[in-house]
C-alpha cells in the first residue's frame, strides 16, 4: 500500500509564495514520476509541474513557467514544488501525483494524494 500526503497549502496574496510539500510512503521500490496537477473550480484537472526518472527530467505547464520549481528528495520520496510570484489563478486544489513501482521489474503503478487548497488573494 502506498500513500501520497501533501502538506503547505494555504492562503497567501497576490505575489507571494508557498511551498508544498508530498511524502510518498509504503511498499516503494521506485518512482517513475512525481509532481503536482491542480484543479480550480469549476476547471478540469490540469498538469503543474512532474518530475521523471531517472533522468530527472522536468516538465512544467506554460502557466507557470518561470514562477514554480519543483524538486525532489529520492531518500525521502518526497517532492516539492516552490511556488513564487503566486496569481489569483493560482487557486486551486492541488495534487501530489506518482507512478510507483513496488516490486523491481513489475510496473508503474499511479497514486494521488488527497490534495492542499492553495488560495491567492487579489
Known amino acids: 500500500q502506498v500513500q501520497l500526503v501533501e502538506s503547505g497549502g494555504g492562503l497567501v496574496q497576490a505575489g507571494g509564495s508557498l511551498r508544498l510539500s508530498c511524502a510518498a510512503s509504503?511498499?516503494?521500490?521506485?518512482?517513475?514520476?512525481i509532481g503536482w496537477y491542480r484543479q480550480a473550480p469549476g476547471k478540469l484537472q490540469e498538469l503543474v509541474a512532474t518530475?521523471?526518472?531517472?533522468?530527472?527530467?522536468?516538465n512544467y505547464a506554460d502557466s507557470v513557467k518561470g514562477r514554480f520549481t519543483i524538486s525532489r528528495d529520492n531518500a525521502k520520496n518526497t517532492v516539492y514544488l516552490q511556488m513564487n510570484s503566486l496569481k489569483p489563478e493560482d487557486t486551486a486544489v492541488y495534487y501530489c501525483?506518482?507512478?510507483?513501482?513496488?516490486?523491481?521489474?513489475?510496473?508503474?503503478?499511479?497514486?494521488w494524494g488527497k490534495g492542499a487548497q492553495v488560495t491567492v488573494s487579489s
Open positions: 501525483y506518482a507512478e510507483i513501482v513496488a516490486v523491481r521489474f513489475h510496473s508503474g503503478i499511479p497514486y
Open positions: 509504503g511498499s516503494i521500490f521506485s518512482i517513475n514520476v
Open positions: 518530475i521523471t526518472s531517472p533522468s530527472d527530467s522536468t
